[in-house]
């Protein structure tokens, strides 16, 4: 019940083009979901988060999409950037849990110039 | 402002070692966590310390411990090596232990290898 389960593995995207990254979770007492973004050698840095009080939220190019509903949230990376290439983790906590997050997989973007 | 800073930054053990690991949070971050990051993996929780209290622990065997000290900086012991225990190991800070916003901040990390 702990798990994020997150999608594609890897994606390649054309400079200029939608970058989607999708997230599903099964704990519904999650309360917190950020998004991070890692580059090799260094630690996660985060990127933007949601709570689920909200369906979206939006900085910069970055977006948030939540479906409580559904328990899923991507992560939507408009006019997608070679700088954007980079691993993303999905991730989710809950006040219960000291605030430990639970990571996704993680998806490999790679955007071509 | 520096950010949180882990040592060494790379290390090889061989199975059966121990090691430690040392962590500096952020200034006047109180609570910090440790992360193991297997390779092509996503983060895994370890600990958390807050106040130099353990307030959270993850799935991971009493080989591991840690503590954290009274100017908040921590360290992760592992006991024991296994090659599994092979990884990228992250520390993480953040102003309280349970802030609704639950940002952590985190180090570049320690790459263990262990052969």
């Known amino acids: 019940q702990q798990q994020v389960k997150q999608s594609p593995q890897s994606l390649i995207v054309q400079k200029g083009g939608i970058s989607i990254i999708n997230c599903a979770y099964e704990n519904t007492a999650f309360d917190y979901f950020p998004w991070y973004q890692q580059f090799p050698g260094k630690g996660p840095a985060l990127l933007i988060a949601i709570r689920p009080d909200v369906s979206e939220k939006k900085e910069g190019r970055f977006t948030i999409s939540f479906n409580k509903s559904a328990k899923q949230f991507s992560l939507h990376i408009m006019d997608s950037q070679p700088g954007d290439s980079a691993t993303y983790f999905c991730a989710a906590s809950w006040d219960g849990s000291a605030r430990q997050l639970t990571f996704g997989s993680g998806t490999q973007l790679t955007v071509l110039p | 402002d520096a950010g949180v800073t882990q040592s060494p930054t790379h290390l090889i053990k061989t199975r059966g070692q121990h090691v430690t690991l040392r962590c500096s949070p952020i200034s006047g971050h109180k609570s910090v966590s440790w992360y193991q990051q297997v390779l092509g993996q996503g983060p895994q929780f370890i600990f958390q310390y807050y106040e130099k209290e353990e307030r959270g622990r993850g799935n991971f065997p009493d080989r591991f411990s840690a503590r954290q000290f009274p100017n908040y900086s921590s360290e992760l012991n592992v006991n024991a090596l296994l090659l599994g225990d092979s990884a990228l190991y992250l520390c993480?800070?953040?102003?309280?232990?349970?802030?609704?916003?639950?940002?952590?901040?985190f180090g570049e990390g320690s790459r263990l290898t262990v052969l």
């Open positions: 993480a800070s953040s102003p309280s232990r349970d802030r609704v916003t639950g940002e952590l901040f």
